[in-house]
């Protein structure tokens, strides 16, 4: 039996959306193949509220969490770390040879403007990856305060994994001036896992220019000059496309401040109801508007909640992340879910737990 995903990615993908990936097959060097790709960019685009080309990706988003470390740093890389995922950037670029040093918090403190402006006024520094919404804690990083402060620095890039925010919370690109923002499908777009997206600024694209190769695969020269022909340097996830390109028409259709506006109304439900029965995770004032990690303030049996939840009720939450799994629990409300299943959860949750 399938379970309705309440998960932090993958995410429940809509039926008529699935239904894109039966889309006969296409040739990658064909015409259909880059009006597919055309019509996509400025879908892309405009969620994105930039005019800077957005790149596609075939992989999960830890390809483009690489892509943008091997391509954009050319002197030295601060990775800010307050959770599993922005810890994972720092060992990817580690991984990579990339110099770099993390800056890491405890995870349920949020990363401050002036934290990043301390770190960077030494100079070390051309490049600095930041995770927006940590989807291991639920912590939503002040993004536009942190761009202002790295935006003081003209030659320090930003590079945003805004992996469970993107197409769940707004994101002013270029407004902000984010030189890399990249987000896999599977979470707030709620789309099949597969593909991941990217928007790379102009200077970027120049540094990636320069720096020396670093990956074949994820070179963003290689990419950038595919995509003005409105194609990918090697064979793409074809079917995913077609269902990335229906679901943007929907978001479209829905329109984009209804649908962050839906996101924040599904998040402040959680929110209370966790305040009410548990506590939030991490500190107040950074809670996320697509995810909700609840403090087992109850000591509940996490894992039982979450087998109960499937077995009986066909829906899934998550159990907390890597150190702090047991002790939280996580409740995505993201992509197409909408506020009635949200109300429906908390009240079985009620019932499961007889609070
Ligand atoms: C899910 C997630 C990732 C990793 O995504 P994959 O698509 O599994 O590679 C990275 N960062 C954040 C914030 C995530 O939520």
Redesign the pocket.
């Known amino acids: 039996m399938f379970k309705r995903l309440l998960t ?2 993958p995410t429940q993908v809509r039926p008529e959306i699935l239904k894109e990936l039966a889309t006969p097959q296409i040739h990658h060097r064909a015409p259909e193949f880059s009006e597919l790709y055309g019509a996509i960019q400025p879908k892309l685009q405009q969620l994105l509220y930039t005019e800077n080309p957005v790149l596609l990706f075939t ?5 483009a ?1 690489e892509a943008a470390v091997t391509n954009l740093v050319a002197k030295r890389c601060l990775n800010l770390v307050n ?1 599993a ?2 810890k ?2 720092h060992e990817i670029t580690v991984g990579n040879g990339v110099p770099c040093d993390a800056y890491e918090l405890p995870w349920n403190v949020a990363v401050k403007p002036e934290m990043v402006d301390e770190q960077l006024a030494a100079g070390a520094y051309d490049a600095v990856t930041l ?6 804690t639920g912590m939503m990083n002040p993004l536009r305060e942190i761009a202002e402060v790295v935006a003081g620095y003209p030659d320090v890039f930003l590079l945003v ?5 993107m197409a769940g919370a707004k994101i002013e690109t270029d407004a902000w001036k984010l030189d890399f923002v990249l987000a ?1 499908v ?2 707030a777009f709620a789309l099949p ?1 597969g593909l ?1 997206v990217a928007a790379v600024s102009e200077r970027a694209l120049a540094r990636a220019n320069d720096v020396p190769p670093r990956s074949y695969y994820f070179s963003l020269p290689k990419m950038h000059k595919s995509h003005l022909k409105n194609q990918t340097p090697s064979t793409p996830a074809i079917p995913h496309m077609y269902a990335l390109d229906a679901q943007l028409d929907d978001m479209l259709a829905e329109g984009l401040e209804a649908r962050f506006a839906r996101h924040a109304k599904m998040a402040g439900i959680v929110q209370a109801w966790s305040k009410r029965h548990f506590d939030i995770y991490p500190e107040n004032g950074y809670w996320s508007q697509t995810l909700t990690c609840i403090e087992n303030t109850r000591g509940i049996d996490v894992a039982a909640l979450i087998k109960t939840l499937a077995d009986d009720y066909n829906v899934r939450i998550s159990n907390g992340y890597g150190d702090i799994k047991g002790k939280t629990f996580r409740i995505a409300h993201m992509g197409d879910t909408q506020v009635d299943e949200i109300e429906g959860l908390l009240k079985v949750i009620e019932t499961v737990l007889e609070l």
């Open positions: 932090p990615g992989s999960s988003s830890t390809g969490m959770g995922f922005s994972r950037w995770v927006f919404n940590e989807t291991s994994d805004a992996v469970s925010g896999g599977q979470k896992a991941a």
